[in-house]
């Protein structure tokens, strides 16, 4: 059993590398590294050293491209972001927000596929760490705006950050599905349909809020002719 974990390390490293060796940049091969490290070990035990080897990269030139393992971390989220974005998205365009939202983060699971077993290592982390789970949630709520903007809903404004950090709290728990799942993710879909019906619900009940909300404006008026009122008593 050891040696067939330790054949299965050894492959994943090997194809790992190739696709390191493959990189445009120093810097998508510093990623690469880096991800490739994480599905092998916790995010803690990971050594700056150690990923500059892995990328054939000079720590100085390292350095030069980012200052933390959490920083190499944001990046590689922003390549998930772009190959998500990079994908059209007219033919959802008459489709309901929550078809066009599902279409959208099922592509955006698909992107993260090839890295399950980091995922995997790095929500371990997160469970042991709350300072970790804290930064992933700052990066994750930056990366749910983007998909928001993307299904065509708005991510403006405050609601737009609640609706964001909402999103990203429920793909968090679909990720744990997702990492387990079958490579057709017939089961993270399922919990995919069932998290966003949910989450309609919420957002429809966020809107209502908002709109029964007092306007800024109309409070200050409301105050001022009751002052005068008082005044002229």
Do not use: Y
Not at 26 to 55: N, V
Not at 127 to 147: C, D, E, F, I, Y
Not at 215 to 230: K, L, S, V, Y
């Amino acid at each position: 059993m050891a040696r067939r974990s330790t054949a299965r390390k050894s492959t994943r490293r090997k194809s790992a590398t190739a696709r390191i060796d493959a990189a445009a940049t120093p810097r998508e091969k510093i990623i690469a590294a880096f991800m490739s490290l994480l599905a092998d070990k916790r995010i803690e035990e990971i050594d700056l050293a150690e990923i500059a080897e892995m990328a054939k990269a000079s720590l100085a030139d390292f350095r030069g491209e980012f200052n933390s393992k959490l920083a190499i971390l944001a990046a590689h989220m922003k390549q998930i972001d772009r190959a998500v974005l990079a994908k059209s998205s007219d033919a959802m365009a008459d489709e309901p927000a929550r078809d066009r939202l599902f279409d959208v983060l099922m592509r955006r699971l698909d992107a993260m596929a090839p890295h399950k077993s980091a995922l995997r290592s790095l929500m371990r982390s997160a469970t042991r760490h709350p300072g970790l789970a804290l930064a992933l949630n700052g990066l994750a709520v930056r990366s749910q705006q983007w998909m928001l903007s993307a299904a065509g809903i708005s991510a403006a404004g405050p609601k737009g950050i609640i609706r964001a950090q909402g999103l990203a709290l429920m793909f968090a728990g679909i990720l744990r599905t997702f990492i387990e799942d079958d490579e057709d993710n017939s089961r993270t879909m399922a919990a995919l349909d069932r998290a966003l019906a949910s989450g309609q619900r919420w957002s429809g009940l966020l809107d209502d809020l908002c709109r029964l909300a007092p306007r800024p404006g109309r409070r200050r008026r409301r105050r001022t002719r009751e002052q005068d009122e008082a005044a002229a008593a």
